[in-house]
């Protein structure tokens, strides 16, 4: 095999590769032979039809596979003797099956830019304690005993803070219907009749319970209230709406008593300190994959500022728009119509170039590390992941192999278990400092 990689600027180059007619003809009959194997043909026996036969029935797919085959070995022969460093092996291009059985094709190949190593031993990071308080554990069994309250109608007072609201409430702005200002889309704003509400700060939205607190039932009261600048509807950012509303009732919740016959309620044939032991497991679980992704999060951070290199075009361009379609389809389950996702077209942009920035020098970085501390993932590796993909979507391996393959996913795959074992590798090496959850969510906010 006859191989001429050139390389261009910005990460770029060009691989030329001429596979000599015997080397065709002898992976062609090994794929033919496999076919050979497995193929059921009326007329011949498992593994006895003639070549032709095989040729005839399976010609194109013995083809396809043949120019995968020998792309991926002209790839892996490239990166031993070029010693590249390949993002994306592209597709093979100017196919050329010449009359002598000899094939010719080309691929373009994104490279992994060069740049020197920043100190990646002994990141100092922050983490919380991973024990489990018993301050943490109450404030989860309380969030039990809400959910299991039962609410009782409340007569003979007005209402006050915990209390719940049942209200009726009608909204306006500037005197309009507000579904004449911004349309349907603001319907679950506009009207709401038998609404429960909690009397809580920030409940529903921002300073409206408040306001209610004092009012009897059957009692009317117009609720001003001005809408922050995060407000979903771009429309209403800064606004102010009135609410409309009329009282119908007030309950109270009871909350069940913390003993026995609760925990026999949410777990039957369990007592209360069995139900906090599971329930202690269950959070330490938890925050240790929190604790996990404070690290790592501080880890890439730390590189990230640490160098400086320049990407390649094609693959920001690429990545960036993977990350606006993330964005698109995240605003489109929280309620945003085309129109407003059109209307933040510019912002969307924005945020996904820094996104597809970031992620593709980590990517690059993480590489980097991982061939330095020579962090390898072995052929073993990668198939027992594959069988796991295998065994998840109940195929063959086999044909999640020839799928991956066909796709061109098999390399993504595996640089997905290289940059997972490199991770490990610098959490596992780096400076942890025990702060309180406190400490580190002031850290977090002061972070530019």
Same mark, same amino acid.
């Given at each position: 095999m006859n191989i001429v990689v050139e390389k261009q600027p910005k990460c770029i180059a060009t691989l030329n590769v001429e596979?000599?007619?015997?080397?065709?003809?002898?992976?062609?009959?090994?794929?033919?032979?496999?076919?050979?194997? &497995?193929?059921? @043909? !009326?007329?011949?026996?498992? +593994?006895?039809? /003639?070549k032709n036969v095989i040729q005839k029935r399976f010609g194109k797919q013995i083809s396809e596979e043949l120019t995968e085959a020998l792309f991926g070995e002209a790839c892996d022969q490239a990166l031993a003797k070029e010693n590249l460093k390949v993002l994306d092996f592209g597709f093979p291009d100017n196919l050329n099956e010449r009359p002598d059985g000899s094939i010719a094709f080309e691929t373009k190949l994104i490279l992994a830019?060069?740049?020197?190593?920043?100190?990646?031993? +002994?990141?100092?990071?922050?983490? /919380?304690?991973?024990? @489990?308080?018993?301050a943490e554990l109450d404030v989860q069994l309380q969030n039990l005993r809400e959910r299991l309250a039962e609410f009782?109608?409340?007569? +003979?007072?007005?209402? =006050?803070?915990?209390?719940?609201? @049942?209200?009726?409430f009608t909204t306006t702005l500037d005197? &309009? /219907?507000?579904?004449?200002?911004?349309?349907?889309?603001? =319907?679950? %704003? !506009?009207?709401?009749?038998?609404?429960?509400? /909690?009397?809580?700060? +920030?409940?529903? %939205?921002? $300073?409206?319970?408040? =306001?209610?607190?004092?009012?009897?039932? $059957?009692?009317?009261?117009?609720?001003?209230?001005?809408? $922050?600048?995060?407000?979903?509807?771009?429309? %209403?950012?800064?606004?102010?709406?009135?609410l409309h509303t009329t009282l119908r009732g007030i309950k109270a919740s009871k909350l069940p008593e913390l003993d026995d016959t609760f925990a026999e309620k949410l777990l039957p044939g369990n007592t209360l300190d069995e139900l906090k032991e599971l329930i202690r497991g269950n959070m330490a679980g938890e925050k240790e994959k929190q604790i996990g992704e404070f690290k790592v999060n501080q @880890?890439?951070?730390?590189?990230n500022k640490s160098v400086s290199f320049d990407l390649p075009e094609e693959i920001v361009m690429r990545e960036t728009q993977s990350q606006a379609n993330s964005l698109v389809e995240e605003g489109s389950k929280q309620g945003a119509s085309d129109e407003e996702m059109m209307q933040r077209q510019e912002e969307i942009f924005s945020v996904a170039t820094q996104r597809a920035?970031?992620?593709?020098?980590?990517n690059f970085l993480l590489q980097e590390i991982a061939a330095a501390e020579k962090i390898t993932v072995t052929e073993t590796d990668l198939l027992a992941h594959i069988s796991r993909i295998a065994e998840s979507r109940k195929e063959p391996i086999k044909n999640v192999i020839k799928d991956l393959q066909r796709t061109r996913r098999i390399q993504s795959i595996r640089n997905s278990l290289l940059i997972g074992r490199t991770i490990d590798f610098l959490v596992e090496h780096a400076k942890v400092t025990e702060v309180s959850a406190e400490e580190l969510e002031t850290a977090t906010a002061e972070q530019p």
């Open positions: 596979v000599p007619a015997a080397d065709v003809a002898a992976k062609r009959a090994e794929i033919a032979s496999s076919y050979a194997s &497995q193929a059921k @043909i !009326a007329g011949f026996r498992p +593994g006895k039809a /003639p830019p060069e740049f020197t190593l920043p100190e990646y031993k +002994g990141i100092e990071v922050k983490a /919380p304690p991973a024990e @489990i308080t018993d009782e109608d409340v007569t +003979g007072r007005a209402l =006050q803070t915990d209390d719940i609201a @049942i209200v009726d005197g &309009q /219907p507000l579904t004449e200002v911004i349309g349907e889309k603001g =319907q679950y %704003l !506009a009207k709401r009749e038998n609404h429960w509400l /909690p009397i809580k700060e +920030g409940a529903f %939205l921002p $300073g409206y319970a408040e =306001q209610l607190a004092g009012m009897n039932e $059957g009692e009317e009261k117009a609720v001003s209230i001005t809408l $922050g600048e995060e407000f979903p509807f771009e429309e %209403l950012r800064g606004k102010e709406i009135t @880890i890439v951070e730390h590189l920035v970031t992620n593709l020098r980590t």
